[in-house]
Nanobody
Framework: QVQLVESGGGLVQAGGSLRLSCAAS????????MGWFRQAPGKEREFVAG????????HNADSVKGRFTISRDNAKNTVYLQMNSLKPEDTAVYYC?????????????????WGQGTQVTVSS
């Protein structure tokens, strides 16, 4: 069993930055692909970014390319999402997810463990 806890969310002005963290416990994350998803009110959960177990392969949604960067530190059992040039449309609850596979997928159903989420609000 893997427990995931997100942190780092908050209120920021448009153009600002935030760094989300996802700390894992229960098992080492080194054999799991990891993903960040988000869900805005009234919308479905959407893929934001993913990283393979080794960190060698990364994928971003088109909406965040050039602005968000996913990274991981397996020694610290932590995954990060650096968010720059934030826009009001980035406002959502952000979730961290772990997948029992070395390969990333953008499909939420492909992940086995989820955190409780952290709120990100971007004001205009």
């Amino acid at each position: 069993q893997v427990q995931l806890v997100e942190s780092g969310g908050g209120l920021v002005q448009a153009g600002g930055s935030l760094r989300l963290s996802c700390a894992a416990s229960g098992r080492t994350l080194s054999s799991y692909a990891m993903g960040w998803f988000r869900q805005a009110p009234g919308k479905e959960r959407e893929f934001v970014a993913g990283i393979s177990w080794s960190g060698g392969s990364k994928h971003n949604a088109d909406s965040v390319k050039g602005r968000f960067t996913i990274s991981r530190d397996n020694a610290k059992n932590t995954v990060y999402l650096q968010m720059n040039s934030l826009k009001p449309e980035d406002t959502a609850v952000y979730y961290c997810a772990a997948r029992r596979s070395p390969v990333v997928t953008a499909i939420a159903a492909g992940y086995d463990y989820w955190g409780q989420g952290t709120q990100v609000t971007v004001s205009s």
